[in-house]
């Protein structure tokens, strides 16, 4: 058996030629795509996963089509707030065909394949080195997927990120210079001050970070229909750098809907839903006008 020393070049694996070719075949695959947005944050808890989720649904319900890739493969939630837990892709003519939700919104979601008492895991001969390679094994399915997926002709295909800056970068760096970001946030200085980092982070990539959406701004009453507050008044909170695409109040029927799979169209009208299909509006304004 050889040492590591003495493989000389790729040993032989063409790992170039597989790399490059996996590129091409991603670029086939994304072709119809017309806008891609990575729904990120550097912070979890935020509610990057409900933004994505109810932006993608507003978008559709403006005649969009749209697309979610659920990236957070270790606490996949797309599945269950769209409705299609247990629903998994199909092979078709073009490749994997995406199961949809009631309100058309093509899903990919590692929870409609793993129990939600099931952790994602990858198959090793070592024990205690996963640090060494998770990323690797996640990033390489990642890749798979973007692939293999007949994504079609959609007007925007939405990452849900998993928290983290540094994870927000590594997906800056795999996506590519066409992906946009547009970051998530809450009213609290703890929350301001990671999205801050991830901000300035992303200004040392060449990804357009088109803003940032503040969610959890206030609280929603259904019984006096009023927005009260949730957090206290900061008065030197972090500044963020960005346009605001709006501001998000709390509202427990948007929350228990997203925890059922409800369709975000057959909520009734309330200040969140207002607010969201403002952000909506905004996201679409910025991807076509370039502002």
């Not at 970051?183 to 200004?203: C, F, K, M, N, Q």
């Not at 701004?217 to 605001?244: H, I, Q």
Request: charged letters at 20%.
């Amino acid at each position: 058996m050889k040492s590591y020393h003495e493989i000389i070049g790729d040993g032989g694996s063409n790992v170039l030629g597989q790399v490059l070719e996996q590129r091409d075949r991603i670029a086939r695959a994304l072709s119809g795509v017309r806008h891609r947005v990575a729904v990120g944050s550097g912070k979890g808890g935020v509610g990057k996963s409900t933004v994505t989720r109810v932006l993608a649904s507003a978008l559709a319900m403006k005649g969009r089509a749209v697309a979610i890739l659920d990236a957070d493969f270790n606490g996949p939630t797309q599945a269950r707030m769209t409705g299609l837990s247990g629903a998994v892709p199909v092979p078709g003519r073009e490749g994997l065909a995406l199961p949809r939700s009631k309100d058309g919104v093509g899903v990919f979601s590692i929870g409609g394949f793993l129990p939600e008492s099931k952790p994602l895991e990858f198959d090793a001969v070592s024990t205690g080195e996963a640090h060494t390679w998770r990323a690797t094994r996640e990033f390489a399915a990642l890749g798979e997927v973007l692939s293999a997926v007949a994504w079609g002709d959609l007007d925007v295909l939405l990452f849900d990120l998993p928290p983290g800056t540094e994870r927000t970068m590594q997906f800056a760096d795999a996506l590519g210079a066409e992906t946009s970001f547009v970051l998530v946030t809450i009213p609290s200085d703890v929350a301001r001050g990671v999205v801050a980092r991830s901000v300035s982070a992303l200004a040392k990539a060449s990804n357009p970070v088109l803003g940032y959406v503040e969610n959890m701004s206030g609280y929603f009453c259904a019984d006096c229909n009023e927005v009260k507050p949730l957090f206290p008044e900061s008065k030197d909170a972090v500044a963020l750098d960005l346009p605001c695409l709006g501001r998000v109040p709390f509202d427990p029927a948007l929350a228990f809907a997203c925890d059922r799979g409800v369709s975000f169209a057959d909520l009734p009208e309330s200040a969140a839903t207002r607010a969201l299909m403002a952000v909506a509006g905004r996201l679409l304004e910025s991807l076509e006008t370039g502002r």
